[in-house]
């Protein structure tokens, strides 16, 4: 019962988090890649945080499955965001 409490109270900090920080701003880079344009330093340092956080919180939402669609339309987001910058990446050294 304790790590249940615990892991919803993580889950709810997190989602805080991705809801008012992490998604808007990953929107905003879907625009720019969508767009053509290239990420900058930031924008990939940023990606690579919530990436590596993906990670250390995939076995809390393994224990919790109810969250686990979120959690994968996010993954997806970002590899969307990952395949366009590098596509255009690739046409911007052409």
């Given at each position: 019962m304790k790590?249940?409490?615990?892991?919803?109270?993580?889950i709810?900090?997190?989602?805080?988090?991705?809801t008012k920080q992490r998604l808007p701003r990953a929107q905003e880079?879907?625009?720019r890649v969508d767009r053509g344009e290239?990420?900058?330093d930031q924008d990939h340092s940023f990606?690579?945080?919530v990436l590596t956080?993906?990670?250390?919180?995939q076995?809390?939402?393994?224990?919790?499955?109810?969250?686990?669609?979120i959690y994968v339309k996010a993954v997806i987001l970002w590899k969307?965001?990952?395949?366009?910058?590098?596509?255009?990446q690739k046409k911007s050294l052409k």
């Open positions: 790590n249940e409490s615990k892991d919803k109270g993580t709810v900090t997190l989602l805080e988090r991705f880079m879907k625009k290239l990420l900058n990606m690579e945080e956080e993906a990670q250390k919180i076995s809390l939402v393994e224990r919790n499955p109810e969250y686990q669609e969307e965001i990952i395949d366009k910058d590098l596509e255009n």
